[in-house]
């Protein structure tokens, strides 16, 4: 007779390893979050630490892990343009709550996307595609980040301060400069430790 019961740790969507750092990489960055810890404020935008969670959780556990973290910090994300926005995520919550929230969420969600390719693809060793995925999650933070906000409201915030496109392409562009390298810099100098500590401690990845 077929037996037709599963494992339910196979038939879940996580299993109990994968639920476990989870909240526990969700509980840093609801901390970061709230606390306002994992936000650097800067003159017209927040540099961020937040993507670091989000990146971990995706070398050492998989992408579902990743994508639960990324999420909840792109929900911190747009609680801070609720709380204390700079100029131009002020601006973008009162052109469109929605555009706000899609501008705040997805990209992040995304970082765990890109971590996990690079991650799982890029040929060498553990500590040479960690600190790559380290990077490129940042660098994909960074860019999506503020492609997403030029695209949806860089013309209307053009308007708005009574300047050309182009000059908010360049502002976004000095913004990648000025806050993208050195977030991406932190991210690998912070990431690769922590994950090779884990590798030598026996654990799995992903």
């Known amino acids: 007779m077929e ?3 599963q494992n339910p740790q196979q038939s879940a969507f996580m299993s109990i390893r994968e639920l476990t750092i989870s909240g526990l990489l969700a509980g840093i960055t609801i901390f970061l979050g709230l606390t306002g810890y994992g936000f650097i404020p800067l003159i017209v935008m927040s540099a961020t630490i937040l993507h670091i969670p989000t990146i971990i959780g995706t070398i050492v556990a998989g992408p579902k892990v990743g994508v639960v973290v990324g999420f909840l910090f792109g929900l911190f994300s747009f609680i801070q343009t609720l709380r204390a926005p700079s100029l131009m995520m002020q601006f973008a919550l009162q052109y469109s709550v929605l555009a706000d929230a899609f501008i705040c969420i997805v990209p992040r969600v995304c970082i765990a996307l890109a971590a ?3 991650f799982k693809y890029v040929p060498g060793n553990v500590h ?3 600190g790559i995925a380290a990077v490129g999650g940042a660098i994909t933070n960074t860019i999506l980040f503020l492609g997403a906000f030029f695209l ?3 013309a209307p915030y053009a308007a708005h ?3 050309s496109v182009e000059a908010v392409g360049l502002t976004i562009m000095g913004i990648v400069t000025a806050n993208g390298i050195p977030e991406a810099i932190v991210s690998g100098i912070i990431v690769v430790p922590i994950v090779m500590a884990l590798k030598r401690s026996g654990w799995k990845m992903k």
């Open 116 to 118: 996990w390719a690079l």
């Open 128 to 130: 040479l595609r960690a």
């Open 152 to 154: 949806l409201v860089g």
């Open 3 to 5: 037996n037709n019961h």
């Open 161 to 163: 301060q009574g300047i």
